[in-house]
């Protein structure tokens, strides 16, 4: 019997899911809002310490998890959306939603990589 | 052979029908934008790894009306993502029994939502304890 290959892809959808119901509002006003505007201490978005984050293992985890999990939770939401909006759900949908998952994934794990420990 | 006229249901426009096919897709309408957000941080951390005259021009976007004007918007999304995925979560998961009674799902609701809030406000403590 041949394999689903969706139970992999519904448990990223779950995990991003989760991930982003818990801390995807705290993230935006942090980065988009409060940050922006002078709300947060300059030092919060400022390139040394970003840098820094993103240099311990923690840190990197955290943002590497946020990105790809973010994109592998939408990509999969679009990809099962599309046969309500009556558009066929074949390999060319499939490739489309799930690629740019993969893509945005590895160009993470590429960036965050570069960026060292 | 005769074509038959055959009567087919139009299914065109069948989420704007019932409010509740309307909050299903609205539920899957954040997805778009949970998206567009992890393609901004994406963007964010490929800035970060050239440099820091990089970083800054993204940082410089970022600090735009247009992009403040979009995130405010995004937090809406997102609040609205965490009340719809706390909403479904009763029916997501296996059954919790507490003292041999099922756990209603309204009390998970409520209890993913505390979650949220209080990890996204620690998020935010957290930076500020970070930053200064």
């Known amino acids: ?117 | 052979m005769a074509f038959r006229r055959t009567y087919v249901r139009p299914m065109d426009g069948w989420w704007r029908r019932d409010p509740f096919f309307l909050r299903y897709m609205a539920r899957e309408a954040t997805s778009v934008f949970v998206v567009a957000y992890a393609l901004i941080l994406l963007a964010g951390v490929i800035r970060l790894s050239q440099g820091e005259g990089a970083f800054d021009d993204w940082r410089e976007g970022l600090a735009s009306p247009m992009s403040v004007a979009f995130h405010a918007f995004l937090f809406a999304v997102f609040a609205y993502h965490t009340w719809s995925w706390f909403r479904i979560m009763p029916k997501t998961m296996a059954p919790v029994v507490v003292g041999g009674r099922r756990l209603a799902g309204t009390t998970i609701t409520a209890l993913g939502v505390c979650a949220a809030i209080a990890k996204s406000i620690a998020l935010v403590v957290l930076v500020r304890v970070l930053a200064s």
């Open chain 1, 1 to 117: 019997m041949k394999r689903s290959s969706q139970p992999v892809f519904w448990l990223l959808f779950g995990a991003g899911g989760m991930l982003s119901a818990l801390f995807g509002a705290g993230l935006v006003f942090v980065t988009g809002i409060a940050a922006p505007l002078g709300l947060e201490p300059p030092a919060a978005m400022s390139y040394a310490d970003v840098l820094a984050f993103s240099r311990n293992w923690a840190g990197k985890a955290f943002v590497f998890a946020v990105i790809s999990l973010f994109l592998w939770h939408g990509a999969h939401r679009i990809y099962h959306t599309l046969h309500d909006l009556g558009i066929p759900t074949g390999l060319v949908a499939k490739l489309a939603c799930y690629g740019t998952a993969l893509a945005g994934t590895l160009t993470a794990a590429q960036s965050l990589l570069k960026i060292g420990f």
